[in-house]
T-cell receptor
Framework: QKEVEQNSGPLSVPEGAIASLNCTYSDRGSQSFFWYRQYSGKSPELIMSIYSNGDKEDGRFTAQLNKASQYVSLLIRDSQPSDSATYLCAVRTGNQFYFGTGTSLTVIP | DAGVIQSPRHEVTEMGQEVTLRCKPI?????LFWYRQTMMRGLELLIY????????DSGMPEDRFSAKMPNASFSTLKIQPSEPRDSAVYFC?????????????FGNGTRLTVT
């Protein structure tokens, strides 16, 4: 079983819609959870971090964490074509970071 | 803060040649990671250092790969001899120690092509 699992997609949403990205992890001892956005040919860029159960909002982005279910999600409201990218879920356990394989998102104008 | 700095940005070499990738982590970060990314395998951890000491190199694919961190501000990843299957984007990343909330900060990567 992989440490971190994501649906690879591709996920397509129309402009202005809500994009929902999901991630599960296997280690209950994991402490920190991150979402990275990676444009084609670029490096992963941190967009959200979450450490406690519940929701964390930052602009159009909302991260949700449920440690009991070992589940992390990212919601992107009012999706824009510029949000089209691959989104990587990352989990920190101790000093190790585990990444999912990424979900490719396309926002259709 | 200049961020994580990698060089070169692109490297094209012939099979059998030695390749050296370089990384300068963010000042004050005690952890340094080397990743490789391909379409087929995604992001793979090769090795990571804590306070310049290699902690886990189980991701290094074979003896052709080696990594060093002679001081807190510099690390190298060397491939000798290089093979076409080593073609990938190699990322260096750094993070703070003892702050379990600290994220990973990536450099811009080195795109390696071995012909």
């Amino acid at each position: 079983q992989k440490e971190v699992e994501q649906n690879s997609g591709p996920l397509s949403v129309p402009e202005g819609a809500i994009a929902s990205l999901n991630c599960t992890y296997s280690d209950r001892g994991s402490q920190s959870f991150f979402w990275y956005r990676q444009y084609s040919g670029k490096s992963p860029e941190l967009i959200m971090s979450i450490y406690s159960n519940g929701d964390k909002e930052d602009g159009r982005f909302t991260a949700q964490l449920n440690k009991a279910s070992q589940y992390v999600s990212l919601l992107i409201r009012d999706s824009q074509p510029s949000d089209s990218a691959t989104y990587l879920c990352a989990v920190r356990t101790g000093n190790q970071f585990y990444f999912g394989t990424g979900t490719s998102l396309t926002v259709i104008p | 803060d200049a961020g994580v700095i990698q060089s070169p940005r692109h490297e094209v070499t012939e099979m059998g040649q030695e390749v050296t990738l370089r990384c300068k982590p963010i000042s004050g970060h005690d952890y340094l990671f080397w990743y490789r990314q391909t379409m087929m395998r995604g992001l793979e951890l090769l090795i990571y250092f804590n306070n310049n000491v290699p902690i886990d190199d189980s991701g290094m694919p074979e003896d052709r790969f080696s990594a060093k961190m002679p001081n807190a501000s510099f690390s190298t990843l060397k491939i000798q001899p290089s093979e076409p299957r080593d073609s990938a984007v190699y990322f260096c990343a750094s993070s703070s120690r003892d702050r379990h909330n600290s994220p990973l900060h990536f450099g811009n990567g080195t795109r390696l092509t071995v012909t």
